[in-house]
């Protein structure tokens, strides 16, 4: 067996590293000049990915497709306007548990979360754009079903990953929540208005539920469902890239009116 200390040792890892570095120059695609680096930190979510597919469409679009497209749409649209960071919690086909998503943004220090989705409904006549706060209490039946569906996710991830946060992790954290909701219903309140005209709306779009992904006590947090894929049209709409082009352009609009509004201490975040 050819051990990292042997190859160490013969000087093989410059042999083997030189060609991939020059590799990777050449594919480095030009960038223009980064926000920043004490611009406020978006971090975005795509939804689901790896073994867990998320809602599978009526043709049989897979969700975690269509939200890490949207998801690197909108870092591309967010990232020319150079007044934010901009983070994936994945930009890979990979699984990740829904507490690890909150613990990636808390740890990059994100400003504000924005987890993408086009979920299923029972009820496949109902399309449309909503976006989702937390709440113990869901706002309706079809939002309570979506947040069980939703964190049922980490079923995925076998039994490590099936921890629901302790209770005296959830008083502390409640300290934190009166500011951060605020900000979170803010937040949605942006998304429905930048969708209004633009984005097919859900009736009553602004909704809420127990949803495991926006539990981050202290970063602004929304998960904006995109369409759904139990619906033909919205599946049809959200697989053209043009489309999500379009809803790209909505999040950002509203992106931009929750910091324009947002307190300095915010924006430093
Ligand atoms: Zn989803």
Redesign the pocket.
Known sequence: MITRRMLLGHGAVAWICLPAMAWAKRAQPKRSTPAPSKAPLVMLDP??GGKDP??IGVSGTY?KHI?LASATELRRQLSADRRYRVELTRTRDVFIPLAQRVKIAQARGAALFVSM???ALTDHSVRGASVYTLSLSASDAQSAALARR?NAADRYGGAEFRGTSPEVARILASLERAETRSGSARMARSVVGAFDGTVPLLQNPARHADFAVLQAADIPSVLVEMGFMSNRADEAALRRPKHRAQVAAALREAIAAYFAGAPAAQLSG
């Open positions: 939804g689901h998320g809602a969700e939200a989705h086009a979920d939703e």
